[in-house]
């Protein structure tokens, strides 16, 4: 399928095309992708990074990172180092077209004197309760300011003076002069400056006013000569504002600003006010924790960045909002891992199994496959020993009737090696089941019967001699609700949280190979899921491994039920 043909209901593409074909800024397509570096990029974002480097990529141009550094009180350069760092891991490249707002700060003041200087912007005294009171609703018009008909060389003073450094916070703002009774509250003399005596991440101290993003983002566009500024549907009511401030400076470029759809998960938050918050109150531990829909947190878990691209992908671009089921971006992670990771063994809830004949001290090697779907793969070798360990939900002293895995006299497959029978349960003083002592058949080696007997159950099992031991955390969503962003005005979404998001298995037991598993590589425990080996908190000797997802794909069921 060609670009065109997998893109042909895509309604951004669509309009670039007819941009092209018109000749609309001479056949160039420039665009950006500019967060506030004030938080980590989460999945919404990933989505929106997608856009604009697929886009750029395909029509032979290029995409900008941008940073929108225009609120200094709450940036910080860890959040400018972990921006770039997962647009980089997520597959993109801005190569030398790297800026910030804070590039344009002389540029935008400069613009904003020639707005006074044609009575478009004026300096108003008026607090920050009484800008909102005079605004008006949505209902009702809002009224002019008593400080709206100040004189041009007034308004100069006044903002050269808040420049340099003469008023406190919140004794003056820089607004437009547009229409106060307009139906869209946005253009009713929206505010272009404020003053705000924060140190910037990178500019210092030199500025105490700072641009509004309203203001800045159109002027930035200009100046880097975007072409196609895509912006999520919160925008749209901004666009005259955009468009307002452009043609009223003659900027030499005008920027065609088209909003999308954002993404929306389900059981998922990802407002960034409310993502601070979870860390604010270490809900989460930190930024990338595996639970958030951070790209960090994402990544920590073992979300590889081509499943996160071929989940975007399938979701598509639309004009309206929706939800997307969480469980279509696990089963594109599911697919991407099915097809690249190794296989392996381990056991995270362990009981102990003692073969009472095999020769004691003695120990073997078998043959196992790595990745049934990747022929090229190859195989390794798993030692098998006197002592092993399964799962404790793979044995049952009471077994019913339909259950095909390990209970006392009956005969199951061990992967890869021989088939076992339980013989004697051994329980400690309280009850509990310690140790199970079985037999093996050698003449089953390799799983298959020589004389054509079956078995219903196949276990997973990991040699306590050989084994290495890991700390393995269960991670499941962190939210119980489906939508724990409707809390309303009387609601703490926090209450939402499921209390379950996280279970730590502390002595899990691993096949040795596991042991060269590096930091960040995804695998498959047999039968068990997907698993990342932590690249935090693991240590020489110390292995951690979070799981990714499940084997179970609600998502894959639900395609073939449809």
Not at 54 to 66: I, N, Q, T
Not at 187 to 197: C, E, N, Q, S, V
Not at 255 to 272: D, G, M
Not at 474 to 484: A, G, I, K, M, S
Request: with cysteine.
């Amino acid at each position: 399928m060609s670009d065109d043909e997998k893109h042909s209901k895509d309604f951004i593409r669509s309009i670039i095309d007819d941009d092209g074909r018109s000749g609309k800024h001479g056949g160039r397509v420039a665009t950006r992708f500019p967060p506030e570096p004030n938080g980590y990029l989460h999945i919404g974002h990933a989505k929106s990074i997608c856009l604009n480097f697929g886009v750029a990529s395909e029509y032979g141009g290029k995409c900008h990172l941008r940073f929108d550094d225009t609120n200094p009180a709450k940036e910080d350069t860890e959040f400018v180092d972990s921006i770039k760092r997962d647009v980089r891991w997520l597959g993109f490249e801005w190569g030398e077209n790297e800026f910030f707002a804070s590039d344009y700060f002389e540029l935008l003041y400069a613009y904003a004197e020639r707005l006074i200087e044609k009575g478009k912007a004026y300096v108003d005294s008026l607090s920050a309760e009484e800008i909102r009171e005079y605004r008006g609703t949505l209902t009702e018009p809002g009224k002019n300011s008593p400080h709206r008909d100040r004189s041009v060389e007034e308004n100069l003073d006044l903002f050269r003076r808040m420049r340099a450094g003469e008023f406190e916070d919140g004794t003056h703002v820089l607004r437009a002069k547009i229409d106060m009774a307009s139906g869209n509250i946005n253009m009713r003399d929206p505010t272009l400056y404020r003053i705000r005596r924060v140190t910037h991440h990178r500019t210092g101290d030199k500025w105490c006013i700072y641009p509004m993003y309203d203001y800045t983002h159109c002027l930035s566009d200009a100046e880097e000569k975007i072409t196609h500024s895509l912006c999520t549907l919160e925008f749209e009511d901004h666009r005259p504002l955009y468009n307002w401030v452009l043609d009223e400076l003659e900027t030499p470029s005008h920027p065609q600003q088209i909003e999308f759809a954002r993404l929306n998960l389900n059981y998922t938050v990802l407002s960034k006010r409310k993502l601070l918050r979870l860390v604010a109150e270490k809900h989460v531990d930190g930024w990338t924790d595996p639970r958030m829909p951070t790209i960090a947190g994402l990544r920590r878990r073992g979300y590889p960045p081509e499943a996160i691209r071929a989940f975007c992908e399938r979701i598509g671009i639309a004009k309206r909002d929706s939800t997307v089921d969480v469980a279509m971006l696990e089963h594109a992670v599911r697919e991407h891992l099915n097809s690249v990771s190794n296989r392996y063994m381990a056991v995270i809830d362990p009981l102990r199994v003692v073969i009472d004949n095999y020769p004691e001290g003695e120990s073997d090697e078998l043959d196992a496959v790595n990745n049934p779907e990747d022929p090229g793969a190859g195989s390794r070798k798993v030692p098998f020993s006197k002592v092993l360990y399964i799962e404790r939900e793979d044995f049952r002293e009471d077994a019913p009737r339909k259950f095909f895995r390990l209970a006392p006299g009956r005969e199951v497959r061990l992967r890869y090696a021989y088939f076992i029978t339980c013989n004697e349960v051994i329980k400690d003083d309280a009850g509990e089941i310690v140790e199970l002592r079985c037999t093996y058949d050698p003449a089953t080696r390799g799983g298959d019967s020589p004389d054509g007997r079956k078995v219903k159950g196949t276990l997973h099992w990991v040699s306590a001699e050989h084994a290495v031991e890991a700390e393995v955390r269960l991670y499941d969503r962190l939210f119980e609700v489906e939508n724990p962003e409707a809390a309303g005005k009387d609601a703490d979404f926090t209450e939402t949280i499921n209390p379950n998001s996280l279970e730590v298995r502390p002595r899990c037991f691993l096949e040795p190979a596991l042991a060269g598993v590096k930091p960040g590589e995804t695998v498959q425990f047999e039968r068990l899921g997907y698993f990342c080996a932590d690249e935090v908190d693991a240590k020489p000797g110390a292995l951690v491994f979070n799981r990714t997802v499940t084997l179970r794909d609600a998502w894959a069921r639900m395609e073939k039920k449809g």
